[in-house]
């Protein structure tokens, strides 16, 4: 099988592979380093994966993970959200003052915080109605999240507040094919990134619901910039973002943020047949033989990115708030 066809995975390729990025980065032979902070704690892991295709495709990014972050030109705390006081303290302890760091600990969870919704918003940004009344229970479809877990949510009728639960009135997100579609889209920094559209018969449109995934969508001014006030509402530099276009009139309604989204293809439809391995979603677009969000390369757009939150101001006071 020809080199180019296989992605992360186990075995001799990627071995050398991961040599090579090691004397890359030893070496500067680029110019820029970027340290993945990730707590070793149990659940999944991207960020070994993420600096590995960082160091496949960037041209001006060494990436490590775990390393030393006093070296580098960026932190970017890539941790499974959210997360628990004693990650925390292990990721505080790591970035050293002054360098700029993506997601800090004090804002990395936001999305978690019991007044997420409120505070979006309060800033203009779309997110579904958390408010209720006697009017609403028994009629009301709702959605039930825990409350600073990564949890099974429950869609429901409304019956009442739930305690350890965010409840938010579920919106009708059908297209004209009567399907329900869940997009997606990844923010880092003033880039945004139309990712894909799952596709399902229920209004829970995710992986275990899917009966098709859109590989290509095109994101309307208006939702370009509502992912951008969500991001600076926040106080995230990245994130991936789920979203519906409400069925009356189109408009978007931003039901999830992830600091920890899943960012290695790992399932069939990200695979084009004769691909084997994890591949970056990122790469999605060319492998499948797509046009390119924004035109020109992915990579090199991220290249930009990073730059740019590189050569920021320092976020010490995003980090204290």
């Not at 295709?53 to 030109?73: H, L, P, Y």
């Not at 309060?122 to 028994?138: C, E, K, L």
Request: with cysteine; net charge positive.
């Amino acid at each position: 099988m020809p080199p180019e066809r296989i992605g992360w995975s186990p075995g001799p390729l990627t071995l050398a592979r991961r040599a090579a990025h090691r004397w890359r980065y030893a070496a500067r032979s680029r110019p820029r380093r970027l340290c993945l902070l990730e707590h070793p704690q149990r659940g999944t892991r991207f960020a070994a994966a993420t600096a590995f295709w960082i160091n496949q495709r960037s041209r001006t990014w060494s990436a490590v993970r775990n390393g030393r972050a006093a070296d580098a030109d960026l932190v970017w705390v890539l941790s499974q959200d959210p997360l628990g006081p004693a990650a925390r303290a292990w990721l505080r302890a790591r970035i050293p003052p002054g360098v700029p760091v993506l997601n800090p600990p004090e804002v990395h969870d936001a999305y978690h915080a019991a007044d997420a919704f409120p505070r979006l918003a309060a800033a203009g940004v779309r997110v579904p109605r958390t408010a209720f009344d006697a009017s609403d229970v028994g009629r009301t479809p709702v959605l039930h999240k825990p409350v600073g877990v990564q949890g099974r949510t429950e869609w429901t009728v409304y019956r009442g507040p739930r305690p350890g639960h965010r409840t938010f009135a579920v919106e009708d997100g059908r297209g004209p094919d009567g399907r329900y579609r869940r997009y997606r889209a990844f923010v880092l920094g003033g880039l945004v990134l139309p990712e894909d559209v799952i596709v399902a018969d229920v209004p829970e449109a995710r992986a275990r619901t899917l009966v098709a995934v859109e590989r290509s969508f095109t994101l309307t001014a208006h939702e370009r910039a509502q992912l951008l006030l969500l991001t600076r509402t926040l106080g995230l530099q990245f994130c991936g973002v789920d979203f519906l276009r409400r069925r009356t009139d189109g408009m978007p309604v931003f039901l999830d943020v992830n600091a920890y989204p899943t960012v290695v293809g790992a399932w069939s439809g990200d695979m084009p047949a004769g691909d084997r391995g994890q591949w970056h979603v990122f790469d999605n677009a060319v492998r499948l033989g797509l046009p390119e969000p924004g035109g020109r390369p992915v990579w090199d757009q991220v290249d930009d990115a990073l730059l740019a939150l590189a050569a920021a101001p320092a976020r010490e006071a995003v980090r204290a708030a």
